[in-house]
Structure formats: structure tokens, C-alpha cells
């Protein structure tokens, strides 16, 4: 994504030597210390596939946001998981609200902003798609928004949060999120393997916690509780992968000789830079 010390693409950039003017290789990235990285470092630092658009200076002036914003989203997805799964006794999100409406989004929202500041397509949609994300789910989890209430006659939150109709909407809003998040998961199979288990991950839990809310709806709290718990422990899985690639864009980041594996899933696809290089000589 973005790249500290100042790493530029070359892909348009023409390199002079004996046999007259050649393109640069569009396999390496060099950095202005005039050190190459392969395209499998790239995809630990920067989860957006590489592209030959024009990036401007921006990586030379700004620090990589994936790490912030991947950093939000952890803390944010360990706390809902572990809450749905009833761990230590917890039977309520509303005690953490924070992580709904301050460490998911503010972190994921600052990131967004910059990914877009510096051209990263990619990423930008991932971090922009996770922060509204939790502010949805923040607003359902405030009870001074009065939306459970709402949903009952009598004005009680606890008696609209049972009723047919809440639990009903929000088990198709969560399979909406799924169906989005499968679409998200197929282009991340352009990135590498643990961001695309990430999202295959999210759209399975989407879709169970989904089926959660639908069953009490029909009045099978039973099921009910059984696949929340069953869709928090998937969603854990999505809070454990989003830590173990923040810990290796950060240890790549600070230069650090971890050599721990993404599964770079890049050269799967055919080489488009190479072919859009090709298109903008041309014209």
C-alpha cells in the first residue's frame, strides 16, 4: 500500500545503457535508497495489487496507514467476537460501544482517507467498507437511538429487540454484508492469502450471525445462540488473520527480520501492468 522511506513504482520510467533506452523491469520496486523489493515484500507492506497508474510523491511523504487502520479493526473485531461468544460471562455489547463508533472507525476511517490520498483502490475499499460497518452496528447497540424500542407498542427496548420485525431486518441487512463481502473476497484473490481468508472468513460469519438474528425472529432462541456463537468464533478467526498480517506489515515496516509468509497469490494473474505499460508506450 503506502510505502514509508519513499518507495516509487517504475514502471514508466526509462532506464538509459549501451544498447540504447529500455523500460525498467516492472518486477522490482526500488526505493530512493536505491534498494529493490520483489513483488512478495510489496504484498506485505501494501495489500493493494500493483498497478501502472501514477502514484505522484505521496509514499515518499507519508507513512503506510494500512498497519492504523488494520490496527482499529483488530482490537475492534477481537472485543465484538469474543463478547458474542460469552466470554467471562459477557451478555451485551453496549458496555463496549466505544469500539462501534471510536477504535474501528476513527482509525479505519483516517486510513481510508489516506489509501485514497495516496491512490491505493484496493484498500481504500477495504477500510471505508469496515468502518461503516461498525458504526452501523454501533447505532443498533446505543439505547439512547431508541431503534429496539421502536419496534414495540409499549415502547420497550427489551420486548422490540425480540420482536419479528427488528430481528428480521437486521438478519437481511447482515446477509446483504455477506453477499457484498463474498463479491470482496473474489477480488482479493488478487492480493494474497491471508487477506483473502479474511474476507471469505467475514462473509461466512456475516451470514451466520445473520442466520442468528432470523432465528429469533421465528422464536428458535435455542439455534439462535447456537450460531452466534458459531459465527463469533468464524469472525474471531477474522480478528486473529487481520492481526497476523498488521504484525507482519509492521514488522516489515520497522525493517524487522521476520520472515513469516502471506501467501502471495499475484502471479496467479496474468501480468496487466505489463500490458498497460504496453497501451500507454504505444499512445
Known sequence: MSATNGVTRRSNEVVECDEGPKPAPLSQTKSIGGMTISPELFEKLYLTPKTSAPVGDFRKRFANPTPLGMMGFVISALTFAAVLMGWGGATTLVGVAGIFYFTGPVLLTLACIFEWIMGNFFSMMAMGMFAVFWLSFGVLQTPSWGIAASY????????????????????????????WL???????????????????????????????????STGDYDMAL???????AIFFIVALLGYYITV????????????????????????????????????
Not at 407498542?153 to 454484508?177: F, H, P, R
Not at 447456537?226 to 463469533?232: E, F, P, S, T, V
Request: glycine content about 8%.
Open 152 to 179: 414495540s407498542t409499549t415502547g420497550s427496548a427489551a420486548e422490540g429487540a425480540a420482536s419479528v420485525g427488528y430481528n428480521a431486518a437486521i438478519a437481511l441487512y447482515l446477509m446483504v454484508w455477506g453477499f
Open 182 to 216: 463474498f463479491t470482496v473476497f473474489c477480488f482479493a484473490l488478487k492480493t494474497n492469502t491471508v487477506f483473502a481468508l479474511i474476507f471469505m472468513f467475514a462473509f461466512m460469519s456475516s451470514f451466520i450471525i445473520g442466520g442468528a438474528y432470523w432465528k429469533v
Open 226 to 232: 447456537k450460531l452466534q456463537k458459531a459465527g463469533a
Open 248 to 283: 507482519v506489515m509492521m514488522a516489515a515496516e520497522l525493517r524487522i527480520t521476520l520472515k513469516l509468509p502471506v501467501g502471495d497469490l499475484s502471479h496467479f494473474w496474468p501480468k496487466s501492468d505489463i500490458e498497460m505499460a504496453e497501451m500507454e508506450k504505444k499512445e
